[in-house]
């Protein structure tokens, strides 16, 4: 008997991502494909220490909030800095204590600038939204509750001030106010940035207009990415059947793929190649970009 189809179901499966993934397939296909694709993974470099110094202050300031409302204070933010420090990265000792330092005041200041009183929404929080094309989720930093609408807030520890234009054109930020106004139902347009070195806050509010601009253009990579991975996928499981296919060999330590799946991942050479975490697999990366040491991303 024919097989009666279901009206309204999608012809394929959804896409399921994060904004971290969409990024990344457009910052480098390459590193797409290393990141989520390879199994197993290739193995990274050593760890950064800007983001030992941005993982410390994200999980101090999570922490802080969940302290009883006594004690949110500036001194206890720097305690929990402190206890959650993290030393990788670092050229020694003395740089670590050194940053340490300087993280520790960072939140204190943060912190006493804010109302312990005013109890977020959502500390940490995954929120999650799907469309016809992408299961999409996330974790929010800070979503605060102000009057009758949510305003989505994430924390900045870079050497470069974030600005509106970087509120404005992030589809994480924008796919975090969707997500968390479905899950709350309740409205949620103002996206901000918040830098903390310099005490600056880069902020944007969206119109349902751009939102909806936002969300198209995450279908739109979403479809790219989903296409390359369905390729992948199938040649994949056709060495795992034994299947045998045309191989090449990268000579760095990367899967070695045929080079009709290594065209859909192209790298893109540029200066960010300094940073990747996958630069020893990368001869093109490492043609175009000084290589540096686990310590120069941190802030002068």
Known sequence: MEQLGLDGMPTR??????????NTWLDCRRRYRFTYLDRPA?????????????????????AWWREPYDRRTPVMA???LTNGWIREGFRDEEQSATWRDRARAMVSSYVATLDPGEEPVGVERT?????????ISG????????GDELVVVDYKTGRR???????????????????????????????????LPTGTVAEWEHTDESLARHLGRAEDIATEAADADDAYREWAGRERKGVPAPRREDGAGAAAVPPEIDRLFPPEPGP?????????????????????LPWDGLPA
């Open 272 to 292: 960010i190649c300094s940073w990747c975490d996958f630069r020893r697999h990368c001869p093109e990366g490492r043609a175009v970009s000084p290589d540096k």
């Open 139 to 146: 974790r929010v930093d800070r979503l605060d509750r102000r």
């Open 161 to 195: 001030p974030p600005t509106s234009d970087d509120a404005r054109t992030s589809v994480a930020l924008a796919v975090y106010a969707i997500a968390s106004s479905r899950m709350m139902r309740r409205a949620c347009r103002r996206v901000e940035l918040h830098h």
């Open 127 to 135: 929120v999650a939204t799907r469309t016809s094309v992408i299961a």
């Open 78 to 80: 720097a305690v929990l």
């Open 42 to 62: 290739p193995q990274k470099g050593p760890p950064w220490a800007h983001n030992s110094v941005g993982a410390s202050v994200h999980n101090a300031l999570a």
């Open 13 to 22: 499966r959804l896409y399921t991502c994060t904004p971290s993934r969409l």
